[in-house]
């Protein structure tokens, strides 16, 4: 594995790079989502397009904290974040970087654009969250200085008896 490529370059996000960061999510974090977890139990509407959502919110919140890299035109990772003020807190909301490259410091770029962007903000943390079985989530954030808090147990239910659809 090679260290970080010099031809990739981290930007700031724009609306315009929503419809490449939800392919690049679509391809890679589906083992990284709850709501794919959710969708495989019970049906219900897409995790992807749940993401879609959520990450075309923070893009449209907080433009400024978001960040994608970049190789040859190509968006290859990106990270998102949103700002709990009342906390004094950022909170890194989503990160996906390209199969093709993880393992080569992208993510680890990334995190540190956001926590840099937390501090010249002023704030006094930074939050990240990952499923326990998320072994390159635990492996990479305590390796950057985050702490682990606790671990917390979701549950869903249905509300009605429609059954998932084989
Ligand atoms: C998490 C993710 C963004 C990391 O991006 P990346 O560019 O590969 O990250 P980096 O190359 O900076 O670092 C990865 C680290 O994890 C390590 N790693 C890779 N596979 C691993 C595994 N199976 N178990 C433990 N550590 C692993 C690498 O060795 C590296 O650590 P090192 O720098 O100490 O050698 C990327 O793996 C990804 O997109 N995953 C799918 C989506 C996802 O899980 N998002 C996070 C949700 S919380």
Not at 56 to 73: I, M, R
């Amino acid at each position: 594995m090679g260290k970080q490529r010099d031809d990739i370059v981290i930007r700031t996000a724009v609306s315009h790079d929503l419809k490449s960061i939800v392919k690049l999510t679509e391809n890679e974090f589906r083992n990284a989502s709850m709501d794919a977890k959710i969708e495989d139990m019970l049906g219900g509407t897409p995790w992807i397009e749940i993401k879609a959502a959520v990450l075309k919110t923070e893009l449209e919140k907080n433009p400024d904290g978001c960040f994608v890299a970049v190789l040859e035109g190509e968006i290859v990772g990106y990270i998102t974040t949103i700002i709990v003020s009342v906390a004094s807190r950022g909170v890194i909301a989503n990160i996906a970087v390209s199969s093709k490259l993880q393992g080569r410091g992208i993510g680890r770029k990334l995190i540190g654009m956001a926590l840099e962007h937390f501090k010249k903000l002023g704030l006094h943390q930074a939050k990240i969250e990952t499923l326990a079985s998320n072994q390159v989530g635990q492996h990479l954030y305590p390796s950057l200085g985050f702490r682990e808090v606790e671990r917390q147990v979701h549950y869903i239910m249905p509300l009605s008896e429609k059954k998932k659809e084989s």
